[in-house]
């Protein structure tokens, strides 16, 4: 978009979000604090941020949205993440960041990006013999097929519509994501214990939505909960990103529509996450889960050391050990760790069609093939819950950006023909989360 497109839309964004919202004001990008301190909703055009590294307006930007401050800070047009960091200590881009303050944490919201969708379809012909046999022959496998639907994306939006989804947004309060009740969180300290100055936390929501036939809509959501801290004894700051949210879900919670014994889909069959920093000035401590086979949870978390000086926090413990883990179930998939060096990556892979993917049929004596039934976390929700924590020095007072990214695959799979001659086919669609970069100012806690 051209900075003249951009400074338009800001325009019609702003008029409309001014008609919508009572208690809103505009402000200007460096006069954020002054100029939104009587004000429930502060809106900012973001695409000429306060030149970098003015750390001198983080501790207003703080008070602002301090505890029990109520506000809303809405920014439009974020380019640079790193200018955002400097102001609250995490940046993202995006067309609209909202950013919301809570007891202990914040919330950011991105509305902007477009998934990437690519299909694949492959089909087997199928004849039985008098004898009982079959032959088994595969043709066209991974054709392309280019016929799954469409993306729902911001972007794509009418300015109504975004003002709409904007104000949605504010009005739904943030849940912070709990484990189901079959499954215990297990009792340790979070960052919530520390010294306020010692640790950071914000909750990043990156949703997505594709609508892949007029019956079926994937709603994924995954929620990025990032922990920057700062220990006195050991001399580290420690950087921890969990994945959580509501998850992968291929059918938006409504049944799989088809889903009969000749015609199921779409299911999602594999999902990959992927997180690295950009920089080799931090060393990865951990990554979990580790592999996960045949079993029907699965635990992720994390256990490490944060010291406190005692003689400048009176009141505190001298040392905290910041521990946390969570159970969620993973009947029928498969969980394997590629972590390498600063990499975290995982992949979740339905055990029925990980090895061959025409598992996924029945080919019965003397009957048409038909399709297996599903397993559950193929049809509903797939939590992936992962823990990665990365550390550096405690003198590291730099910017460091990520990229976290997911993609999912997802199988249609269905059958024609009769007992005699019949086919089987697949139709294979894998979409791709937009690309975040995501910056983390490590001058934001200190010990």
Known sequence: MSAKRKAHWAGQIIAGMQETIDDIVLCNPSNIANCGANAAHILVDFTNPPPSKQNSLR?????????????????LNVQDPESLSDLIGFGIAGQVVIIRPYDGYMVIDVLCGEPEGISLRGMSKVQHNLDGGFCFTPLETDAPDCSNGK??????????DQIRSIVNTIATDFVRPVPEPCCALAQGSGPGVLPRHQASIAYVNLNVNWTVNPQQLISNSVVYEVSLIASYNPSYKYLRVRTLGAGFNPTNGAPLNPNSTYDRGYVQTEVNLHMEPDSNR????????????????????????????????PGFNSSYTISESETREISDFNIYNNGAGIKADWDYKMSMIEKDVWNAFRQPFMKKGQVREMPTLATRNLQTVTDSVWYASNSLRDTINFKPSWKAAYHHFWATGNWADYTMYYSRFEMHSPVYQLAVNFDAVYA
């Open 59 to 75: 501790p207003h930007i703080s008070k602002l949205l301090g505890d029990g401050n109520d506000k809303t800070l809405i920014l």
């Open 282 to 313: 931090l060393t990865m401590l951990s990554t979990d889960p580790k592999n996960v086979n045949g079993k029907t949870t699965y635990t992720s978390g994390s256990s490490f050391t944060v010291g406190v000086d005692i003689s400048e926090n």
């Open 151 to 160: 993306a729902i994306s911001f972007g794509r939006m009418c300015v109504p």
